[in-house]
């Protein structure tokens, strides 16, 4: 598998992804997108020096998945992930966690933790993140919503 920083090129890809209904479900916003507010979208993302946007690809070069970190907080990020329902249950997710904070980790050195927030319908994230070495969850207040946070601390 490969983790690479996204590029203008994979604004479909990405679209797509984004209005699937799986990652919609598990997304705190779970309207669909439309095209043109997608492309300004991504046009922001990738000239936000606080925003790191990776695409993950599997052996074969297919794209799989996406992993977003948001540096909004001094010393944290908050993460956002969401694979291709046709990838479910080969162990790409824990994959791009682990791979993705590798190189999170390196590009971004002041940062020390990477924040996930969970919705508590969603328990095959809860065990992805905790496969991928996050904290056991705990209940908090996101966006005024109750959910689970985990939390990878950098070990180095």
């Not at 479910?88 to 002041?110: C, D, M, N, Q």
């Amino acid at each position: 598998m490969k983790i690479r920083r996204a590029i203008k090129e994979d604004s479909e890809f990405l679209f797509n992804l984004r209005n699937k209904p799986e990652v919609r479900l598990a997304s705190w916003n779970s309207r669909l997108v439309e095209f043109p507010v997608h492309q300004k979208w991504l046009v922001a993302t990738l000239s936000n020096p606080r925003r790191a946007l990776y695409v993950a690809e599997n052996e074969s070069g297919l794209q799989i998945g996406q992993v977003r970190y948001d540096t909004e907080r001094e010393g944290a990020a908050e993460i956002g992930v969401s694979v291709m329902s046709e990838h479910f249950g080969k162990g790409y997710g824990t994959k791009i966690l682990v791979e993705s904070a590798k190189i999170f980790f390196a590009e971004f050195p002041r940062i020390n933790k990477i924040v996930a927030h969970i919705k508590f319908d969603n328990p095959v994230s809860v065990r992805v993140f905790s496969k991928a070495g996050y904290s056991a969850p705990i209940i908090v207040k996101y966006e005024g919503h109750d959910c689970q946070e985990m939390i990878l601390t950098r070990l180095d």
